[in-house]
Every structure is written in structure tokens, then in C-alpha cells.
């Protein structure tokens, strides 16, 4: 679970976290840290209060309840103190499809006060590999590009945190993977990255990561803690009328029997429950095999 660290070693340490709209709670007793340096992932359905909690975190919404800390600065007294050291990507591109790269990161540079704004725009032109199209109208980029257009506006003003939510929706897998390359590139020197993904593959890149679930926390640590912490026992099957058993397995109380390719992956947190259920459901021309649960088990098992 959550790992102790020297208050000095942290970007993010928030407690008790709260917030509801029009008396409907979207956040609810949050409390995580951040280290320096770290790659935190979020994780959960849409709705959960991932971005909610995100905006809390940079200082665009104040928390009905709960304290905490953002880069040393207190979250309700000192967002704006915040909002000058963070670089928040949104889940939408939101920066102006008919101005040009350059000018969209002038234009973002200036309103941060960054110094030489000219040289700092042509230096992350070159080191996010858009020199070559700086002129280009943002909104004739593909969205691999306009993925990394944003990503450059919000390091422009070079911040200590990126909050960055759900930045590689809509992504073709390459693009994804290159993206990812460059988070941990930056956190290698000393950028401190919370990002919120729907992707397991992602997730797994994360150095820790939390699962939120209508609004609370339901399990935080390494993607190993988290694995290890649920004690989920899962059998992979493979062979014939695998839907026919999956029915059967349900109906014995197996909630959990999810479609991986042609095999099912079928998991329970009651060892026995799953053996007496196997003992009756298998059939000829059916291969069991004992697996280690992967994370997207356990996220499926808590959301379920």
C-alpha cells in the first residue's frame, strides 16, 4: 500500500480530500502522496473523480473539505502560487486549432511571463521534434501531434508537477508509446508526473499508481503491491464453449470470468469457492492453467 516518505521528498500529500456538486459527492476522504521525480498514475471508470481530484490537486476547484500540500504550498491558500509551478494537459485539446504551433506556444509563453519567449518556444519546438512543423495550423494536426503541441505548452514555463488527464485518449499506439518515453525522460530529471489513464499498458508504466471508484480511493502502491495486496487466485481456460461456461461459472457465484482473446480469464478472492466451481463446470476439451493474476485482473475484481 501507500509507502511513507520524508515530507521534504514530496510534491503532493493531501488528506482527506472532499467535493461534491449540487449535494452529489465526486470526491470523497482522498488522501495520497506524491514523491519528487515519480510517475503517479490514476486510474478508474469515467465519472470516478479523477479529473476532479486532478483540479483540486492544481488549484482550479477548492476542496469542500480536507488539507494538503502542492509543491509545498497549501492547496485552498496558495493555488495561485501553484497554477505558476504546474503544467496541466487537459483531456481535450484545448489550445487554438486556427493559430500556428509557434504561435499557439508564443501565445502560452506570454501569458506565464516566460522570459525570451521567442528562444524558449524555438527550444521546445526542437526538443519535442516539432521544429519541422511550427507553422502548421494546430488544427490540421493528427492526434499524436497535437498530443505532443500540448505537452510542449505545458512545459513551456519549465513547471516542478505536470497533472496530465487522460492525455493519450484517442492515440494510435505508437504515438502512445513515444508519449510515454518522454514522461519518463522528464521525470528522470526531477519533474514530478499524476496522470490519469484508462490504459493498463500505461498503468503499468506508472511507479505507482491509485484506483478510484465513485469517488474514493480504493487501493493505492506499485502495480506489485497492488497485485499482491488483492490475493486474487485466477485460472486461465482455453479449449471449448468457453461462453457456455462462463454462464455456468456465473450462475455458481463466479462473478469475475472476463474474455482474453480466444482464453477466459476466470478469478475469485475465495480460493475454494473457485476450486468447487472449476470441479463442476469443466468439461472434455477444456485446458486449465493456474496463473499470476495481472493487474487488469484486480482492477476488474474491484470494479465488479
Given amino acids: 500500500m501507500l509507502q511513507s516518505a520524508n515530507n521534504h521528498g514530496l510534491a503532493i500529500e493531501v488528506h482527506d480530500l472532499c467535493k461534491s456538486f449540487n449535494g452529489v459527492p465526486a470526491v470523497i476522504d482522498t488522501s495520497l502522496s506524491v514523491k519528487k521525480g515519480e510517475i503517479f498514475g490514476f486510474l478508474g471508470p469515467n465519472g470516478s473523480g479523477k479529473t476532479t481530484t486532478i483540479r483540486m490537486l492544481c488549484g482550479l476547484l477548492t476542496p469542500d473539505s480536507g488539507s ?31 493559430l500556428s504551433i509557434r504561435e499557439n506556444l508564443e501565445f502560452i509563453g506570454r501569458l506565464y511571463g516566460v522570459p525570451r519567449v521567442k528562444q524558449k518556444v524555438t527550444e521546445a ?67 514530478t508526473i499524476l496522470v490519469s489513464t484508462h490504459y493498463m499498458d500505461e498503468a503499468e508504466r506508472c511507479h505507482r499508481l491509485a484506483y478510484i471508484l465513485l469517488g474514493r480511493i480504493l487501493i493505492q502502491g506499485t502495480s506489485a503491491e497492488i497485485v499482491k495486496a488483492k490475493k486474487l487466485t485466477t485460472w486461465s481456460v482455453s479449449g471449448d464453449h468457453l461462453m457456455q461456461l462462463a454462464s455456468e461459472l456465473k450462475t455458481l457465484g463466479i462473478k469475475q470470468v472476463t474474455a482474453f482473446g480466444d482464453t477466459l480469464h476466470v478469478s475469485d478472492k475465495n480460493p475454494e469457492a473457485l476450486a468447487s466451481a472449476k470441479a463442476k463446470c469443466q468439461k472434455t476439451g477444456q485446458n486449465w492453467h493456474l496463473i499470476e493474476s495481472s493487474l487488469e485482473d484486480v482492477f476488474i475484481s474491484l470494479a465488479t
Fill in 125 to 191: 519546438l526542437s526538443g519535442l521534434g516539432l521544429q519541422d512543423r511550427a507553422h502548421q495550423l494546430a488544427g490540421t494536426l493528427s492526434g499524436g501531434w497535437k498530443q505532443r503541441l500540448a505537452l510542449a505548452a505545458a512545459l513551456l514555463h519549465q513547471p516542478d508537477l505536470l497533472l496530465l488527464d487522460e492525455p493519450t485518449a484517442g492515440v494510435d499506439p505508437q504515438a502512445r508509446r513515444e508519449f510515454w518515453n518522454e514522461l519518463h525522460d522528464l521525470a528522470s530529471t526531477g519533474i
Fill in 68 to 98: 494538503g500540500k502542492c509543491l509545498g504550498f497549501d492547496i485552498v491558500k496558495d493555488s495561485q502560487s501553484i497554477k505558476s509551478r504546474v503544467g496541466y494537459m487537459t483531456q481535450r485539446f484545448s489550445l487554438y486549432e486556427e
